[in-house]
Nanobody
Framework: QVQLVESGGGLVQPGGSLRLSCAAS????????MSWYRQAPGKERKLVAG???????NYADSMKGRFTISRDNVKSTVFLQMSSLKPEDTAVYYC????????????WGQGTQVTVSS
C-alpha cells in the first residue's frame, strides 16, 4: 500500500533550523515529483517546494534562500532543510507525491507539525 510518512517536525526557536523527512513506499518513487506543502490554522494549504526525479527544484518565493528540498531515489525519501525559521513558518507540513505524467495519480502524507516560537 502507498505510504508517505513525514517526520522531523517539532518546536524550534526563531532563527533555528529543522530538517523534515518524508519516507515513501508502495509506488515507484523515481516516477513521481515530490513536494512539500504547508497549512497554517485557518489558511489554505500552499506549496513550499518541489523536486522532480532528476533533481530540478522550485520554491515558493518566501522560502528561497532559507529552505532546501532534496531527494534520495535509492532510499525513496524526500527532505526539506529549513533554516532561519520565523514564527510565520509555523504550520503542518505535508509531503505530496505526484506522478510525472499521470496527473491523476497523487498521494499525501499525514503531516508533521512545525512550531516556531520563543
Amino acid at each position: 500500500q502507498v505510504q508517505l510518512v513525514e517526520s522531523g517536525g517539532g518546536l524550534v526557536q526563531p532563527g533555528g533550523s529543522l530538517r523534515l523527512s518524508c519516507a515513501a513506499s508502495g509506488f515507484t518513487f523515481s516516477s513521481y515529483v515530490m513536494s512539500w506543502y504547508r497549512q497554517a490554522p485557518g489558511k489554505e494549504r500552499k506549496l513550499v517546494a518541489g523536486i522532480s526525479s532528476d533533481g530540478s527544484t522550485n520554491y515558493a518565493d518566501s522560502m528561497k534562500g532559507r529552505f532546501t528540498i532534496s531527494r534520495d531515489n535509492v532510499k525513496s525519501t524526500v527532505f526539506l532543510q529549513m533554516s532561519s525559521l520565523k514564527p510565520e513558518d509555523t504550520a503542518v507540513y505535508y509531503c505530496k507525491a505526484r506522478h510525472m505524467y499521470a496527473l491523476g495519480l497523487s498521494y499525501w502524507g499525514q503531516g508533521t507539525q512545525v512550531t516556531v516560537s520563543s
